[in-house]
């Protein structure tokens, strides 16, 4: 079965900290990705991220960065330098390898609700 | 270009009517899978669409159901809704083999 494990509800930190949100994921499949999600208050997922099993190098995009590492099966997430618009609910997600003409279903984790203070 | 849109953004219903969301993909996206997304935990993936057929289903009841237009638009209906069916339900569209992109969601109440 997949399921994708994010440990902290909630993390508070001041602007201009660093903070990383922790991403632990199953799965049974050889070929997977891995996904990011932004949801601020409006509801609205927006995406970060995508990553495939077979690409462990770490990337970086601003202030942003992933770090996956498939024998801890992790996919975390640092933001630097925090600012306060980054306050969001941030959401891991799984996708089993698509089929030909399919998306691929995504399974969530519950979240971890970030708030970063002025 | 236009994102992933849907509609109503609100709905208010009484426990045992039905509804139906609507949610209209990015142009060029011809999957469209839908979630829902209950108060404090992440979205549960419910259907996927592709090219008008069903290509996957979440474990819900039979209450909700869902279909694909030609245009690649699609709807999600809920009968004998149940107080449990409030929460924002999601529209998401994708390429082939691309992520997919959410829609703002319709948020459900049932009183």
């Known amino acids: 079965a997949q399921k994708v494990t994010q440990a902290q509800t909630e993390i508070s930190v001041v602007e201009k900290e660093d903070v990383t949100l922790d991403c632990v994921y199953e799965?049974?499949?050889?070929?997977?990705?891995l996904f990011w999600y932004k949801q601020p208050p409006s509801g609205e997922l927006v995406f970060l991220i995508r990553?495939?099993?077979?690409?462990?190098q770490n990337e970086i995009s601003g202030r942003y960065s992933w770090n996956f590492q498939k024998s801890t099966s992790s996919f975390n997430f640092t933001i630097t330098a925090s600012q306060v618009v980054d306050s969001a609910v941030y959401f891991c997600?799984?996708?089993?390898?698509?089929?030909?003409?399919?998306?691929?279903?995504?399974?969530f984790g519950q979240g971890t609700e970030l708030s970063v203070k002025p | 270009d236009a994102g992933v849109t849907q509609s109503p953004t609100h709905l208010i219903k009484t426990r045992g009517q039905h509804v139906t969301l609507r949610c209209s993909p990015i142009?060029?996206?011809?999957?469209v899978s839908w979630y829902q997304q209950v108060l404090g935990q992440g979205p549960q993936f419910i259907f996927q669409?592709?090219?008008?057929?069903?290509?996957g289903r979440g474990n819900f009841p039979d209450r909700f159901s869902a279909r694909q237009f030609p245009n690649y638009s699609s709807e999600l209906n809920v009968n004998a809704l149940l107080l449990g069916d409030s929460a924002l339900y999601l529209c998401?569209?994708?390429?082939?083999?691309?992520?997919?992109?959410f829609g703002p969601g319709t948020r459900l109440t049932v009183l």
């Open positions: 990553r495939n099993s077979f690409d462990e």
């Open positions: 998401a569209s994708s390429v082939l083999r691309g992520e997919q992109f």
């Open positions: 142009s060029g996206h011809k999957s």
């Open positions: 669409y592709y090219e008008k057929e069903e290509r």
């Open positions: 799965t049974r499949d050889t070929t997977y990705y």
């Open positions: 997600a799984l996708s089993e390898r698509p089929a030909y003409n399919q998306g691929g279903k995504l399974i």
